[in-house]
């Protein structure tokens, strides 16, 4: 076979096989219980779980390594390994809590991890005997597994050749006593159980299980013994019983007693039958051999399919071996195989697309299967006999067909050149099978394959071949180059909707201008096409952006904003001057903007010359001089503060001067100021007098404090480190968090603030450094408020206070002995905040505070802000209650459910509040009171505010806009009645304090919307002037441009009638009705002028239109500009090619028509003498000449329109293209597949 059958896909792949017959119901039924069966409830939410390791169990004792070490390292291999979270924390005693988190699996691993690597390890044995060892392991192990889960130990069995009974357990002390008690029950459950195991020959099996194992679940319904016979395929004659001894016993009975009834009355006969019709008498899953059993009681032996013995055995009772035999024979025969011969090539054409073809034949006879097979020349063909011959009859017949339709071939093509002959999106080779009738095969990419094969119809075929094979050719002569250009000016190359890279491609039509995608950030521009054309394209594509490079110089000039509509001047004819004379692009920043830049572009000598001008035109306007100071580049920075606060506070106060600082970094220590005279000297005094400042207040210095001190050092909200400066005026800098350095504090200021600074620090953290050991009483009930939620206001202690150390005794010791260790003014200063906290604890009181419960999400506020604010500012506790379940009440009419006893509900106070009502708040008593009052002004109340309906629905705005806005602005809920209620009530609910501003709101914008409608009113004002269409096209003018004029001028909406309106000649005029009529006077007035015009027609040689019209109609535009005249030249293929007709007043019409006339006799002249030598320049040269010198068509060379790389995107052909498979003679098949469920 050739090399390309090797490489296509497998059949089986592309063409799954048929299946043998439709799934019987019984099948499905077996399947779904099968399913059923196997299903478990899931387990998907998230646990928690805490575990406890005690300190003389701890395996890691180092108490610095807390948070980094090993410790911490087998906690994060553990989270990979298991997927569950830890958290650590050290209890008072120094044991070990860790909280894990995660899916009930996780969970458990984790903690089996945990114990065996965090926690030190004992060991034990237990003896239980040798035959109860497979009970504890369980089925695959599971039981096993799951005890060492639950336990968190490590389980070690002695294996089956060991005759050790010793189960050795290791783990922790509590782990190992559970693990040792669920062994001692297991073991203890199966002394109670017998096990019996009876040797039967495997030939009488069938006749103990009996059909579908029918008889072997009936006598383990009947005795309660569970009954384990091999299957067929386990050569072991051992039937094994177990269960309670009596079930036992009699189980064994009931089998020995079948096995010597069958022993003594059955007898054996031997029939041949061919290999190849054993599996139809087996029958799937062996269905026909249980189906033999049941109906004859005859059970029929087939030699195992790895044996070449044809002997078939049946066993039974004598009488009914006949009809067991006549079974056998019929199911052999039932079936057969054939072969139909088919070149492998034309089995896809059989097949047909998604198989249809193939689907008719099978939906007629479904029980024949049919198989193709890659590479082979034949089809193999499986079924009843019956509907098998019916079937190879019809393939036969098809394979003779398409032989005679079809052929094909095969060309070599290099793989580099398969995605273009593909084309874009398929394009090249879709036309190619179409045009020719042809399937196409271009192996993959990842074959490497050069061979492509052409399939269909003969002549189709002999053409696509040529085809393909000259495309081939023309792309070996191509070549590519790639070109940088910086991305930058990818866009300004290809124009705003491809233009201007449309006219680049139309220059060089043979040449494929690639650029990349704007999201590769790639530089590279491919070129692909003829050698020559290529090198042509790449210089002038240089070119072109060497021009952009040259024309992209940007200069930035300052121009106060007071003057920018002089440098714009009177309709933009001062800035477009400058921009014509000196070829550059100038941006001026929005009127409504505060920028004072102006922005100049192209080539540089240009833009510093417009510079200049537009300087000058600032300087004739005002009194502005220019003034350089001298200040050291290193103190710019400093000059110019953070985000330009400094220079721009000089400039704003010295009426809006302007400085200009060099360039960072070019060590140029001149500064340049701008403006009127005495602003410019009075922002010099004051630039040198801070320049002053900073030089003498630049002295600094650095000293070291650890990091925990920091806190300390700085003080409560800065009190500390604000008398330091206050008292020096020096400035202090602490590192921040993303500082490398976080022990460096340094210090700036005069040289003297900073010397004294320094000491003042300086003997603070000398002081610091001085650790003592201080204690303090602590009443043991308050411990459980400083250690809670793991110590945490310990932690904020030790961070206010230098990183005191706080220990208190352990649980139930009830001592009431408290240790600090630190600095002694930390030591100091922490003992008294404890002190105040104790105070506070002593002091607490709770007290309730009734709310209605559907306030309280109000007064929670967005993520509990409001209440968290409370807290805080009053240093309370405050707890909402439980929501009330709605669906919680009482059943109705006393009815409870059968089975449950009706309770009474106690009897409540009506007017005592409601459970989830009442707010409970803890701490001083002073400070609980003020937080109930802050909490009550936190309920919302509602107001109502009469608005008229026909505003609703803009207060509400676009999509509830306006009403967001508002309920936003004003912090309140506002509710507006539906439609159908035609109501003006609009009510607002929010707190007290916002309800007035709220409402205010409210009215004010009803106030705008009124005058909105009464404006809405007077700009509908509508008039209609009558106006000849013929002018209607003047009075819109070029682009608009005339309507856009008198719109703008008088504020109003002018519409012209549509092509198909009744009334052509009706222009309608919207808006107020002053403006309208200005409107419609000017409109007049255009209409009069336009009355006053004539049109004459004259004849122009049309050999001179062109030059008169000029390069994009630039010699036309004069003329029309210059004798203020409308010049309408002939389209192509009309009447008379020379007929121009001229528009305007009588008088400039006459003078624009001698002009024209006199451009055309001079033109002629210059017409007539090309003529002339072109007929001497033909008569005198030679044959040979003149045929040199005929116009020559553009050169063919190979072009591809949309190649496929442009895109990137190409793909091989798929299997599932309705080109690659066609179909012959079939309508196309609904989507459903035909095919069935796979056999494979």
Known sequence: SSPVFEALPTYKDAFPPLPEKAASPEGTQETANAWTSKLRPLKSSVITQVFHVPLEERKYKDMNQFGEGDQAKVCVDIMHKTGAHL????AKDQGLSIMVSGKLDAVMKARKEIVSRLQTQASSTVAIPKEHHRYVIGKSGEKLQELELRTATKIQIPRPDDLSNQIKISGTKEGLEKAKHEILLISAEQDKRAVERVSIDKVYHPFITGASNKLVLEMMAETGARINVPPPSVNKTEIVITGEKEQVALAVAMIKKVHEEKK?????IAVEVKKSQHKYVIGPKGNTLQEILEKTGVSVEIPPSDSALETVILRGEPDRLGQALTEVYAKANSYSVSTVSAPSWLHRFIIGKKGQNLAK?????????????????????????????????EIEAMVLDLGNRMDYTEISVDPKFHRHLIGKGGANINRIKELHKVTVRIPPDNEKSTLIRIEGDPQGVQDARKELLELASRMENERTKDLIIEQRFHRAIIGQKGEKIKEVRDKFPEVIINFPDPAQKSNIVQLRGPHTEVEKCFKFMQKVVAEMVENGYTLLVPIFKQFHKNIIGKGGANIKKIREETNTKIDLPAENSNSEMIVITGKRPACEAARTRILAIQKELANITELEVSIPSKLHNSLIGSKGRFVRSIMEECGGVHIHFPTEGSGVDKVTIRGPAEEVEKAKQQLLALAEEKQIKSHTAELRAKPEYH????????????????????????????????????????EEAVKEATKELEELIRSLDNVVEDTMSVDPKHHRYFVARRGQVLRDIADEYGGVMVSFPRTGSQSEKVTLKGAKDCVEAAKKRMQE?????????????????????????PKGSRIQQITKDHNVQIKFPDREDPNGEPPENGEVPDGEVKVEPPVVDPAAPKKCDVIVISGRKERCEAAVEALKALVPVTTEVEVPFDLHRYIIGQKGSGIRKMMDEFEVNIQVPSPELQCDIISITGLANHLDRAREGLLERVKELQLEQEDRALRSFKLTITVDPKYHPK????????????RTEHDVNIQFPE????????ISIMGYEPNAIAARDAIKALVDELEELISEEITLDSRVHARIIGGRGKGIRKIMEEFKVDLKFPQSGSPDPNLVTVTGRPELVDEAIDHLLNLEEEYLGDVAEKEDNMTYMRSSGGGSASSGDEPRGPSKGFVVREAPWTTGTEKAPDMSSSEDFPSFGAPVAAKASPWGPKRF
């Open 1035 to 1046: 009075i819109i003018g070029r682009k608009g441009a005339v309507i856009t004029t008198i």
């Open 837 to 861: 906290i104790i105070e506070d604890l002593d002091a607490q009181v709770t007290i309730e505070c009734v709310i209605t419960q559907r306030f309280h999400r109000s007064i929670m506020g």
């Open 361 to 393: 034949i099978t939906q007629q006879m479904p029980k024949v299967h049919i198989e193709f097979t890659e590479g082979e020349d034949r089809i193999t063909l499986e079924g009843p006999t019956k509907d098998l011959q019916m079937v190879q009859l």
């Open 711 to 750: 806190k300390f050092l700085i003080g409560k909200g800065g009190g500390n480190i604000r008398k330091v400066r206050d008292s020096t005026g020096a400035r202090i800098i602490f590192p921040t968090a993303e500082d490398q350095d976080q022990e460096l504090i340094t210090v700036v200021g005069t």
């Open 264 to 268: 003594k009355n059955t007898t054996t």
């Open 1059 to 1066: 092509k198909n309106d009744e009334n052509l000649d009706q």
């Open 87 to 90: 958290e650590l924390s050290m």
